[in-house]
């Protein structure tokens, strides 16, 4: 086993044992750090392996997470049934907007995916006999035997630590591979036989499934999916904690999706301004730390022990070239 | 491998014509050259050809056997067993070279000895050394040889080439005629487009000499050195040093 990996399980192993360490609320939070730890892993096969930025993926999340409470109490489904369920119409939702967004990238891209986040926000918002509207829908069915804070807190762990694995490998499969080439160049890609927006929509459909995993587990969190869960603040909440942990050191996404988590929960308790002080964030990571927290802190790692640096990675949104 | 037709073939970019009417054909493992020098409608005959966003296409057909390409999208025309190098390298940066030959590889046509990774790197040996290393810190020669076996790996029919000698050293020049020559011994087909008469020399059996956007002489190999009006004028080359 090597340094890396040895490092990551201490660190499971670190977070398998919080429970014994905080009280029901930093667990709490450390539940929300792991769902949206999911979420950025997964917006980032866009951003990151794809060079596409989404500001819809808070919609993507919010369908998963209504459509688990909705069946629950319209289809009397249990915990994993609607979960499934959940997962099901998330991705026919994403295949529909992936196939209307990808044979675009750049500005055009983020509108379309603009557009989906602030519909299902409009729908949760106005379809107030389905959705609940503003009081949100009632949610919060957890498995049997997982009820309790921190046994649920283990479950979204290990969801986690699972989804991490499987992207790792999707990102080595050749379906990743053609996806970072698309990215470099879908010109080149196009010319030696494969369809570039046939790699975006497949970069898509992954990114939109982990999302809807995570929906489910938010749906197992929160006791109520508010249409809040959908909004564009959402989103940007998400897009931020992708470029705040760096999109191109893999865990990345996840460093900065529990800093983010951990920084609003601290913050909160304090002040209500934590809108101003995650717009500083980002303003101090753009300047000080383009590559994100891990990238930089990659960074001055390799520079300390002088092992010679990857290539500079493109930036992340660009359009064909 | 069936016939490779061009016809009447006029494309350009933003409604400035830059060929017109070009004809044009390779025929079944045959190398050919589209010779001329900067701006004559080379690469723009060449990506007209791929199908690729520029430049626009206004006429003309492009023929593989019976099938008609013209109009298809770029991955298409690569699907029908055209293999593309484009000009000035153009790898994957964020790819190593290992990938670069995995994400691409077809599986070959019936009646044709397959291109594999274990072929690719016996003709490539710079290349299977640097297998783990990202493709964007080879040098340019190497570059240039991993353009070529990325093409390789989807096992086309015919491969096009676009100045596979710009901005390399002689010596270079060299090894990637020696593998485009291999390629073509092999049996695939080669439209390659070169102002670099030692390249022509090389690999090609017949040359198209392309002036202003339209063929203006087309000879075969053995008879270059009886032209060497056509080499001065298209190629820039003095009869003392051709």
């Known amino acids: 086993m090597n340094m890396r990996v040895t490092g990551l399980v201490v660190l499971v192993v670190l977070a398998v044992l919080l429970p014994y360490g905080v009280g029901e609320y930093w667990v709490g939070i450390a539940t929300e750090a792991a769902i949206f730890a999911i979420v950025a892993l997964g917006l980032n096969v866009l951003m990151g392996l794809g060079g596409l930025v989404s500001v819809g993926h808070a919609g993507l999340f919010a369908t998963s997470a209504y459509a688990t409470s909705l069946a629950q109490q319209h289809l009397d489904l249990g915990f994993a049934t609607s979960g499934l369920f959940a997962i099901g119409v998330t991705i026919a939702v994403t295949a529909l907007v992936a196939a209307?967004?990808?044979?675009?990238?750049?500005?055009?891209?983020?509108?379309?995916?603009?557009?989906?986040?602030?519909?299902?926000?409009?729908?949760?918002?106005?379809?107030?006999?389905?959705?609940?509207?503003?009081?949100?829908?009632?949610?919060?069915?957890?498995?049997?035997?997982?009820?309790?804070?921190?046994?649920?807190?283990?479950?979204?762990?290990?969801?986690?630590?699972?989804?991490?694995?499987?992207?790792?490998?999707?990102?080595?499969?050749?379906?990743?591979?053609?996806?970072?080439?698309?990215?470099?160049?879908?010109?080149?890609?196009?010319?030696?036989?494969?369809?570039?927006?046939?790699?975006?929509?497949?970069?898509?459909?992954?990114?939109?499934?982990?999302?809807?995993?995570?929906?489910?587990?938010?749906?197992?969190?929160?006791?109520?999916?508010?249409?809040?869960?959908?909004?564009?603040?959402?989103?940007?909440?998400?897009?931020?904690?992708?470029?705040?942990?760096?999109?191109?050191?893999?865990?990345?996404?996840?460093?900065?999706?529990?800093?983010?988590?951990?920084?609003?929960?601290?913050?909160?308790?304090?002040?209500?301004?934590?809108?101003?002080?995650?717009?500083?964030?980002?303003?101090?990571?753009?300047?000080?730390?383009?590559?994100?927290?891990?990238?930089?802190?990659?960074?001055r790692l390799r520079r300390r022990t002088a092992v010679p640096p990857q290539p500079a990675r493109e930036p992340v949104a660009q359009g064909a070239r | 491998m069936s016939t490779f037709t061009v016809a009447g073939l006029a494309a350009g970019y933003q409604g400035h014509p830059v060929v017109d009417g070009i004809d044009l054909t390779v025929e079944?493992?045959?190398?050919?050259?589209?010779?001329?020098?900067?701006?004559?409608?080379?690469?723009?005959?060449?990506?007209?050809?791929?199908?690729?966003?520029?430049?626009?296409?206004?006429?003309?057909?492009?023929?593989?056997?019976?099938?008609?390409?013209?109009?298809?999208?770029?991955?298409?025309?690569?699907?029908?067993?055209?293999?593309?190098?484009?000009?000035?390298?153009?790898?994957?940066?964020?790819?190593?070279?290992?990938?670069?030959?995995?994400?691409?590889?077809?599986?070959?046509?019936?009646g044709y000895e397959p291109w594999t990774m274990d072929r690719v790197n016996e003709l490539f040996p710079r290349l299977a050394e640097r297998a783990g290393q990202f493709a964007g810190t080879l040098s340019g020669g190497e570059q240039q040889m991993l353009a070529i076996a990325r093409a390789l790996m989807t096992n086309p029919l015919l491969v096009l080439l676009d100045e596979p000698s710009e901005g390399l050293a002689p010596q270079i020049v060299r090894q990637v005629g020696d593998i485009i020559a291999a390629l073509h011994a092999s049996g695939v087909g080669v439209l390659i487009a070169e102002q670099d008469l030692s390249m022509v020399r090389r690999v090609a059996d017949r040359v198209y000499f392309l002036d202003r956007g339209t063929v203006a002489a087309q000879v075969t190999a053995a008879e270059l050195d009886a032209h060497a009006d056509l080499l001065e004028r298209h190629l820039g080359v003095g009869a003392g040093h051709a």
Not at chain 1, 242 to 260: D, K, R, W
Request: charged residues 10%; proline residues 4%; aromatic residues 8%.
């Open chain 1, 100 to 299: 209307l967004a990808v044979r675009t990238t750049g500005m055009y891209f983020l509108m379309i995916t603009l557009a989906v986040g602030m519909l299902v926000w409009g729908l949760s918002h106005r379809w107030s006999s389905l959705t609940g509207g503003e009081n949100g829908s009632v949610s919060g069915v957890r498995p049997a035997g997982v009820t309790r804070y921190y046994q649920y807190y283990w479950l979204v762990l290990g969801v986690l630590v699972a989804v991490a694995v499987v992207l790792w490998y999707f990102q080595r499969s050749r379906a990743g591979m053609r996806i970072r080439g698309t990215r470099d160049s879908a010109a080149r890609m196009t010319s030696m036989g494969y369809s570039p927006a046939a790699q975006r929509f497949v970069a898509f459909l992954a990114s939109g499934t982990v999302t809807a995993v995570a929906g489910v587990l938010y749906a197992g969190y929160y006791p109520v999916v508010s249409p809040s869960t959908a909004h564009l603040s959402m989103s940007i909440l998400f897009m931020l904690m992708v470029i705040a942990g760096g999109s191109s050191v893999y865990l990345g996404p996840a460093v900065g999706a529990i800093v983010l988590t951990v920084l609003r929960a601290a913050v909160s308790a304090e002040t209500q301004r934590w809108a101003t002080i995650m717009g500083l964030i980002l303003v101090a990571v753009v300047l000080f730390a383009p590559d994100g927290i891990s990238g930089t802190l990659r960074g």
């Open chain 2, 28 to 110: 079944p493992g045959e190398a050919v050259a589209l010779a001329g020098r900067n701006g004559m409608g080379k690469t723009t005959t060449l990506r007209a050809v791929m199908g690729l966003a520029e430049p626009a296409v206004s006429a003309g057909s492009v023929r593989f056997g019976d099938v008609e390409l013209h109009g298809k999208a770029p991955h298409h025309i690569a699907r029908a067993g055209i293999g593309y190098v484009p000009q000035g390298r153009r790898i994957f940066r964020s790819l190593t070279v290992a990938e670069h030959l995995a994400v691409v590889a077809r599986p070959a046509r019936a």
